[in-house]
């Protein structure tokens, strides 16, 4: 069975205290992999989408990374506005090529 | 440009009533879903209809959800009856052609307690 884990459920950081979510996933036949943030009482919304081994995406503060077996979010000196819950989530052709989502880790940044 | 609208924002009901959500999608995007999001889990995927028609509903538990979308726009879920386990937010989403790898715009969800 198709299956995506996130680590850690939760992160406490301090302001400029720069860390990394995990999200290892095992599917047969991956297309992409998803980031999405969702913050408190809002729906999803997208970040990233990586395809291959070996990509990287950046966006302001945030730089995607994947291989064969996870992806890592890494949050280079993050401010409290980045606080919010980070979700991972795969896609591939044997689920119909639904997002499978992840937990998500739960990220809170302290002035 | 407008995101995808949901509505009620919110919903209590005792079980074994109904309730039925609604959402509009993005204009012109032709794939609309619907997700269930129970508290500290990720969204899992209901239905997602592809204009008027459906896709996938492999995970709808089809004796109590129903879903529509007519004219392929707009869209309602309903529950009938309700269970304690469909405590949760439903959130709709929606996306321009439904093609692997595209992004999907979220609402904010509607959330449902059921008591």
């Not at chain 1, 939760?10 to 047969?28: D, H, I, K, M, P």
């Not at chain 2, 439903?90 to 595209?102: D, I, K, M, R, W």
Request: aromatic content about 10%; overall charge neutral; hydrophobic content about 35%.
């Amino acid at each position: 069975e198709d299956q995506v884990t996130q680590s850690p459920e939760a992160l406490r950081l301090q302001e400029g205290e720069s860390s990394s979510l995990n999200c290892s996933y095992t599917v047969s036949g991956l297309r992409g992999l998803f980031w999405y943030r969702q913050d408190p009482g809002k729906g999803p919304e997208f970040l990233f989408t990586l395809y291959s081994a070996g990509e990287e995406k950046e966006k302001e503060r945030l730089k995607a990374t994947l291989t064969k077996k996870e992806s890592f979010l890494h949050i280079t000196a993050p401010k409290p506005e980045d606080s919010a819950t980070y979700l991972c989530a795969v896609q591939a052709p044997r689920n119909t090529d639904k997002l499978i989502f992840g937990t998500g880790t739960r990220l809170q940044v302290f002035p | 440009e407008a995101g995808v609208a949901q509505s009620p924002r919110y919903k209590i009901i005792e079980k074994r009533q109904s309730v039925a959500f609604w959402c509009n999608p993005i204009s012109g995007h032709a794939t609309l879903y619907w997700y269930q999001q129970i508290l500290g889990q990720g969204p899992k995927l209901l239905i997602q209809f592809q204009n008027n028609g459906v896709v996938d509903d492999s995970q709808l538990p089809k004796d109590r959800f129903s879903a529509e979308r007519l004219k392929g726009v707009d869209s309602t879920l309903k529950i009938q009856p309700a269970k304690l386990e469909d405590s949760a937010v439903y959130l709709c989403a929606s996306s321009p052609t439904g093609t692997a790898n595209e992004k999907l715009f979220f609402g904010s969800g509607t959330q449902l307690s059921v008591l």
